[in-house]
Structures are given as C-alpha cells and as structure tokens.
C-alpha cells in the first residue's frame, strides 16, 4: 500500500505476508537479517521509496539501509508474537 509518494506500507514483507523483512530465525530465535539479506527481501520495491512501514514481527525497530529506504517498525503492545512451537 502505497501511503503517500515514496512512502510503503505492508504487513510483513512486499513479497509476503507471513515471512519477516528485517528478522530470520536462528536456533529457534527470532534475530535480526543481515543487511545483504533485508536488502535482498525489498529488491521488488520502486527505487523511490524512502520509508517502509512493516510489522509481523511485533519487534520495534528503525533499520537505515544505505543507499534504501528507512525501514520502520512500530512493534507491538506486550509480547513478540514469534513462537515456534
């Protein structure tokens, strides 16, 4: 969706719903990506955009990638929704 010109909101990832953009699970964990790998997860996103809005991982955070856009989360109220049971 997009909010305003270079500006982008989704749920979880532009390409889908359910994986995470800026986290990967490690051991089970829920960790933050490598910058490679955030960087390969927006490579569908219009060059102009500057600003991501995302969430699904209820984790608050502010990733500037060089040279991309500003990712931002604004987490959740309690928990981290990740379980992998």
């Excluded at 997860?41 to 969430?55: H, N, Q, V, W």
């Amino acid at each position: 969706l997009e909010i305003a010109p270079g500006i982008i909101a989704f749920h979880a990832r532009p390409d889908h719903d359910e994986k995470y953009l800026a986290d990967t699970i490690v051991n089970g964990r829920l960790v933050r990506a490598p910058l490679t790998a955030i960087r390969r997860r927006l490579k569908a996103l219009d060059p102009a955009c500057r600003i991501a809005l995302c969430g699904h991982s209820h984790r608050a955070e502010l990733i500037r990638i060089p040279d991309g856009p500003v990712i931002f989360n604004p987490g959740s109220i309690g928990c981290p929704a990740y379980d992998d049971s």
